[in-house]
């Protein structure tokens, strides 16, 4: 068993947690997403959103507009749904039950 | 210069290098392939194709208007190798072998019997049948433990069954033995989780080995199911002490020791004889039981502890704690016993002469009475016993008779007390002690089957015999029968007593002349 894969499987459960935290509090491009991610010190690479987004998109938990942009192709402006917003107070909950639990354990 | 390729992305015109096109195709081929036709594939790589078009944007101007591999390399890294974020779909895929899955899902028909070697404790035989018949192996392998310490069959069966069971030879067998539908798909994914499960184990057997755990793990398991065994086993052995315990704790005081020789008595009250003193007896009762019980409670103990792996401390103190009173125990009965024993060494013996007769011939009766019904009555089918214990004395029956030359003209009849005592003194009062009973009249001698002596004397080896001294040729009748002295006739030969002491020889081998009033009264010769 590898480190990495575990570490990796940890973030990746809680990427779709944060992507809709994110966009619950402003829409966002996806690499606004990636920079707010970064400044928060959670490492994730770029292609890992795309995949994350569309499916998201297609559990109708995200609806996005196309935006033109000068200098280059046009660009997906994300944002949170209804039924977004109440799939992630269900997360909330189950964060902080996590979080509470782990801190417990690892005492 | 370089030659450029002219692409479009999303329908946008790029520049790009030859080397820099390759590296990108081969990056497009394999998101391509790591996406494997997930839900939104063609979505997922437009997102992409347009956020490349967006980072080649930024990294053109007016005086960079081709992308190069370095350019290329820059987009790439950011934006992470397919490998690393596009399987997303298949990491929810369960892990197969282990997890249970539900009875009627499974299509049994296809099912067969292996030994699974790779959850194996000892042969696999326990894990195979888990397999089988999608069981807990665990189940299984506690159900086996109990057939093996009942009956012991558990032992032979598995051995039986290790030999019988092949082990899964293929990707396929491994399938048959989980009883997975065997396709393409399910071969191809045995093949790889097998593989990774061996270079798995090899990288684990490689670090194990710098660290010497496997060895230890290996040694841990085999350990743990041999502590297990020891603590089955001491718990049986604590268990059947208790239960005798029970019964001789029962026995000592109720019960009787009914034998043929003894009628009536219990062990306690035997021991009462034995010991020197009532506080010895005390003494030692106390020193066994304490011996008897911390056994017991250690066997208990130690067999819990190994069985179930307890860690306290405080098990292991006690234990030594059992040890040190078990010993104790022990010397205080070897004390008594000891002290009771040392009671025995020196012999003591008196004799009285109680009659001499001048007669031709001695007139011998044994005296029978009943002192359970103190009359003249018998009980009619008592038992033949030649010990018994009743208020404050000890009954003995049976005494024998020893017959010699007299020196004389006359008839000796003469009775020999013994006892045992730790000095010369002590055993003869003892001996003084004993009572026996006996009447003459002229020249009839009436003899009682037993003596008797006060409970506080103790088992001492008391022990009385009558001497009877007769002259040469003359007559003794026992109860009116007339008994051969001097001459006794066996398979029509009459061997003749010699001249000295009375022995008579037979085949050169010396009898005494002898007999033994029995405890019903009646006399054998020759005993």
Same mark, same amino acid.
């Given at each position: 068993?590898?480190?990495?894969?575990?570490?990796?499987?940890?973030?990746?459960?809680?990427?779709?947690?944060?992507?809709?935290?994110?966009?619950?509090?402003?829409?966002?491009?996806?690499?606004?997403?990636?920079?707010?991610?970064?400044?928060?010190?959670?490492?994730?690479?770029?292609?890992?959103?795309?995949?994350?987004?569309?499916?998201?998109?297609?559990?109708?938990?995200?609806?996005?507009?196309?935006?033109?942009?000068?200098?280059?192709?046009?660009?997906?402006?994300?944002?949170?749904?209804?039924?977004?917003?109440?799939?992630?107070?269900?997360?909330?909950?189950?964060?902080?039950?996590?979080?509470?639990?782990?801190?417990?354990?690892?005492? | 210069?370089?030659?450029?390729?002219?692409?479009?992305?999303?329908?946008?015109?790029?520049?790009?290098?030859?080397?820099?096109?390759?590296?990108?195709?081969?990056?497009?081929?394999?998101?391509?392939?790591?996406?494997?036709?997930?839900?939104?594939?063609?979505?997922?790589?437009?997102?992409?194709?347009?956020?490349?078009?967006?980072?080649?944007?930024?990294?053109?101007?007016?005086?960079?208007?081709?992308?190069?591999?370095?350019?290329?390399?820059?987009?790439?890294?950011?934006?992470?190798?397919?490998?690393?974020?596009?399987?997303?779909?298949?990491?929810?895929?369960?892990?197969?072998?282990?997890?249970?899955?539900?009875?009627?899902?499974?299509?049994?028909?296809?099912?067969?019997?292996?030994?699974?070697?790779?959850?194996?404790?000892?042969?696999?035989?326990?894990?195979?049948?888990?397999?089988?018949?999608?069981?807990?192996?665990?189940?299984?392998?506690?159900?086996?433990?109990?057939?093996?310490?009942?009956?012991?069959?558990?032992?032979?069966?598995?051995?039986?069954?290790?030999?019988?069971?092949?082990?899964?030879?293929?990707?396929?067998?491994?399938?048959?033995?989980?009883?997975?539908?065997?396709?393409?798909?399910?071969?191809?994914?045995?093949?790889?989780?097998?593989?990774?499960?061996?270079?798995?184990?090899?990288?684990?057997?490689?670090?194990?080995?710098?660290?010497?755990?496997?060895?230890?793990?290996?040694?841990?398991?085999?350990?743990?199911?041999?502590?297990? @065994?020891? *603590?089955?086993?001491?718990?049986? /052995?604590?268990?059947?002490? =208790?239960? +005798? !315990?029970?019964?001789?704790? $029962?026995?000592?005081?109720?019960?009787?020791?009914?034998?043929?020789?003894?009628?009536?008595?219990?062990?306690?009250?035997?021991?009462?004889?034995?010991?020197?003193?009532?506080?010895?007896?005390?003494?030692?009762?106390?020193?066994?039981?304490?011996?008897?019980?911390?056994?017991?409670?250690?066997?208990?103990?130690?067999?819990?502890?190994?069985?179930?792996?307890?860690?306290?401390?405080?098990?292991?103190?006690?234990?030594?704690?059992?040890?040190?009173?078990?010993?104790?125990?022990?010397?205080?009965?070897?004390?008594?016993?000891?002290?009771?024993?040392?009671?025995?060494? @020196?012999? *003591?013996?008196?004799?009285?002469? /109680?009659?001499?007769?001048? =007669?031709? +011939? !001695?007139?011998?009766?044994? $005296?029978?009475?009943?002192?359970?019904?103190?009359?003249?009555?018998?009980?009619?089918?008592?038992?033949?016993?030649?010990?018994?214990?009743?208020?404050?004395?000890?009954?003995?029956?049976?005494?024998?008779?020893?017959?010699?030359?007299?020196?004389?003209?006359?008839?000796?009849?003469?009775?020999?007390?013994?006892?045992?005592?730790?000095?010369?003194?002590?055993?003869?009062?003892?001996?003084?002690?004993?009572?026996?009973?006996?009447?003459?009249?002229?020249?009839?001698?009436?003899?009682?089957?037993?003596?008797?002596?006060?409970?506080?004397?103790?088992?001492?080896?008391?022990?009385?015999?009558?001497?009877?001294?007769?002259?040469?040729?003359?007559?003794?009748?026992?109860?009116?029968?007339?008994?051969?002295?001097?001459?006794?006739?066996?398979?029509?030969?009459?061997?003749?007593?010699?001249?000295?002491?009375?022995?008579?020889?037979?085949?050169?081998?010396?009898?005494?002349?002898?007999?033994?009033?029995?405890?019903?009264?009646?006399?054998?010769?020759?005993?």
């Amino acid at each position: 068993m590898n480190v990495e894969n575990t570490q990796a499987q940890m973030r990746k459960g809680i990427l779709e947690y944060c992507i809709l935290a994110i966009l619950n509090k402003r829409e966002a491009y996806p690499s606004e997403i990636l920079e707010e991610m970064k400044t928060a010190k959670l490492i994730v690479v770029e292609g890992t959103l795309y995949p994350l987004l569309t499916r998201l998109k297609n559990a109708e938990l995200l609806s996005y507009r196309w935006e033109e942009s000068q200098s280059g192709p046009p660009r997906k402006y994300f944002s949170i749904t209804e039924k977004g917003k109440v799939f992630l107070q269900q997360l909330n909950a189950t964060w902080s039950e996590l979080n509470t639990a782990v801190e417990l354990i690892i005492k | 210069m370089k030659k450029t390729i002219s692409i479009h992305i999303q329908g946008f015109p790029f520049l790009i290098e030859e080397d820099a096109f390759s590296t990108l195709q081969n990056y497009m081929n394999r998101l391509k392939s790591a996406l494997n036709n997930q839900e939104g594939t063609q979505e997922i790589i437009v997102d992409i194709e347009l956020r490349i078009a967006e980072l080649f944007t930024q990294k053109l101007s007016q005086s960079k208007q081709v992308i190069d591999e370095g350019d290329l390399s820059d987009v790439l890294n950011t934006l992470g190798d397919p490998s690393d974020y596009a399987e997303e779909d298949s990491t929810s895929k369960a892990p197969e072998d282990d997890i249970k899955e539900p009875f009627y899902q499974q299509d049994l028909s296809d099912r067969r019997l292996f030994r699974d070697i790779e959850n194996s404790y000892i042969g696999g035989v326990c894990a195979g049948l888990g397999s089988y018949f999608k069981i807990d192996v665990t189940i299984i392998r506690i159900i086996w433990a109990l057939f093996f310490f009942i009956g012991g069959m558990g032992l032979l069966l598995y051995i039986l069954l290790w030999i019988i069971l092949p082990k899964p030879a293929s990707a396929i067998d491994r399938l048959k033995m989980k009883g997975k539908p065997i396709n393409v798909d399910t071969v191809k994914e045995e093949v790889e989780r097998a593989a990774n499960k061996v270079s798995e184990k090899g990288k684990q057997f490689a670090d194990n080995l710098k660290n010497d755990e496997t060895i230890r793990y290996g040694a841990n398991k085999i350990g743990r199911l041999f502590k297990i @065994i020891v *603590g089955c086993f001491l718990i049986f /052995i604590g268990l059947s002490s =208790a239960a +005798s !315990l029970i019964f001789v704790a $029962i026995g000592a005081e109720v019960g009787s020791i009914t034998t043929d020789g003894i009628g009536g008595t219990s062990i306690y009250e035997l021991s009462q004889l034995f010991f020197n003193n009532s506080l010895e007896t005390t003494r030692a009762w106390i020193g066994f039981y304490l011996c008897s019980i911390s056994f017991v409670t250690f066997c208990l103990l130690a067999g819990f502890v190994l069985i179930f792996e307890l860690k306290n401390k405080w098990y292991r103190y006690t234990n030594f704690a059992l040890v040190f009173i078990g010993i104790a125990g022990m010397i205080m009965g070897s004390i008594s016993f000891v002290g009771a024993a040392k009671d025995y060494t @020196i012999e *003591g013996e008196i004799e009285k002469e /109680i009659a001499s007769v001048n =007669a031709d +011939s !001695l007139m011998i009766n044994t $005296i029978t009475h009943d002192q359970q019904l103190n009359s003249e009555y018998t009980i009619k089918n008592d038992p033949t016993f030649n010990f018994f214990i009743d208020g404050d004395k000890v009954y003995d029956y049976g005494i024998p008779i020893k017959y010699h030359l007299s020196k004389d003209s006359l008839f000796h009849v003469v009775i020999q007390k013994e006892a045992h005592a730790n000095s010369q003194q002590k055993a003869v009062k003892r001996a003084e002690a004993i009572q026996y009973e006996y009447t003459v009249q002229e020249n009839n001698i009436n003899l009682s089957t037993y003596f008797y002596y006060a409970k506080k004397q103790r088992l001492r080896g008391q022990s009385v015999r009558v001497l009877i001294y007769v002259p040469r040729d003359k007559k003794v009748y026992v109860n009116n029968e007339l008994q051969n002295i001097f001459e006794r006739k066996e398979s029509n030969l009459t061997y003749v007593a010699d001249e000295t002491n009375i022995n008579i020889h037979i085949n050169d081998k010396r009898l005494d002349v002898s007999g033994k009033i029995r405890s019903n009264g009646t006399y054998s010769h020759y005993d």
